[in-house]
C-alpha cells in the first residue's frame, strides 16, 4: 500500500518531456499610424461602388480593436489552375489562358495531400541583403505617378539560389536582382467600371516600390505556394525584376483595427491588409469576385467609404480582376507581360514574349483611349513619331487600346 502510493507521487511528480515547437505562423510587421499620404478629393462615383458594401455597424467599431486571425494556414487552399474566363470569387479572371512555362520543381514537403498547403513549413531563401532604395509618388493633376527602382526598401535573401541554400532543393531560381527605371501613372481618383477587367503577369505596385505579379507562376500554379520566396515573400524574375505574389510580411500594417493603406492596384485604387475595422481577417468570403469591398478606409488623409483590394493570406492574394479601367497591364517587358522567371523559375512563352499575354498593346496606346469610348479616333507617341488609330477592343481582352488605323485590333 505504501508502495503503491509512493510510486503514484513519484510518477505524477516526474519531469514530463516538452512539448514539441511548431514554426511560427507569420504575423505582420505593424505600425502606429497609416502611411503618410497627399490630400485629394475622393470622388462619389468611387465612394459609392456597387460591390460589396460594408455595414452602418462595422463603421462604429474602435480604430483600436485588437487584430485576430482566422483562417487554418496550416491548410491553405492551393490555387493551382484556378483560371477564370469571367470574374469569379477565389479565381484569377487572368487574361492568359494558356500557361506553358516552367515553375519551381524539386519536391514541395509544405504542400499536402489534400489539395492544400502548410504556410508554417515553408522555407524561404537565405540571406539579407541592403539595396538603394529610391521610390516617391505624386499627384499631378487628376494622376498619381509612381517612380521607382524596384529595390525595396527591406532586405532581401541571397540570388540567385545558392547551392548551399536548404531552398535550393525546392526552387533553383537563377535570377540577380536588378536595380531598373519604372515611371508610370494610374488615376488619382479612381472609379468602379462598368465590367471588370482580366489581370495580366502584373496587377500592381507595393508602398515598398516592388511591383506586384498576379498569383499564378508560369504553369498556372499558385506561385505563393510552389515558388520559394525570401523572407519578405519576393523573388526576381529573368530581367532582375524583384516582386512579390501576394502579401509580404515585411510591409507596415497598422497595429490594430482596420489595415494600413500597403500599395495600388493598376487600376488605381488601394491596396489595404488582411484585417476590417473590427479587426477580423478577411477571407474570400467576405470580398467580391476582384477581392476587393466596399468599406470605411483612411485614403490620402480623409476617412472614406470606398472600394478597394484587400491583401490576404488566401488564394488569389491580392487582385483578382480589376474593378476599375487598369492604365497599365505591364512594365517589365516592351511589349507586354508579367516578366517571368525562367530556368528554375518561369520561362518565356507567348511567342518568346514574358508571360502575360501574347501581343500586348503598348502602355501608351492604353492610356490614349483611357477617358475614350469605342470608335473614337485617338493618338499616342511611338519611337518612329506619332500614331493615329482608332479606339478598339483587342481580342481577348476587355480594354479599349488606340489601334493605329487600317490595322485589324
Known sequence: MILAACTLIVTNCAPQPPAPKLPAVPTFPQQSSPTEQIPVTQSNEAATSPTATASNESLNVPSNAPHVDVLDVTHLPLGDGKISSAPQKGYV??????????GASGATPWINSDGTWDMTKKVSVE?????????TTSIQGDKRVFTTNDLPDHATGVFPISLADYAHHFDQNPNSIKAQSITFSVPANPTVAALPTCVGGEVGIMLSGVLLFSAFD???RDAVAHEVQDQCDGHPQESGYYHYHGLSSCLKDNATGQSALLGYAFDGFG???PYGADGKELTDADLDECHGITS?????GKQVMMYHYVATREFPYVVGCFRGAPSVMALTAPNGGG??????????QNGGQPGGQAGQPPQAAIEACANLNQNVSCSFKAPNGTINGVCQMPPQTQQLVCVPQNRAP
Not at 127 to 135: A, M
Not at 296 to 300: A, H, Q, R, S, T
Not at 339 to 348: S, Y
Open 127 to 135: 540571406g539579407s541583403v541592403n539595396w538603394p532604395h529610391n521610390f
Open 339 to 348: 516578366g517571368p522567371q525562367q530556368g528554375g523559375g518561369q520561362q518565356q
Open 271 to 273: 491596396i489595404y491588409g
Open 296 to 300: 470605411e478606409v483612411e485614403w490620402d
Open 93 to 102: 479572371y487572368s487574361c492568359q489562358t494558356q500557361f506553358n512555362g516552367r
Open 218 to 220: 508560369a504553369e498556372g
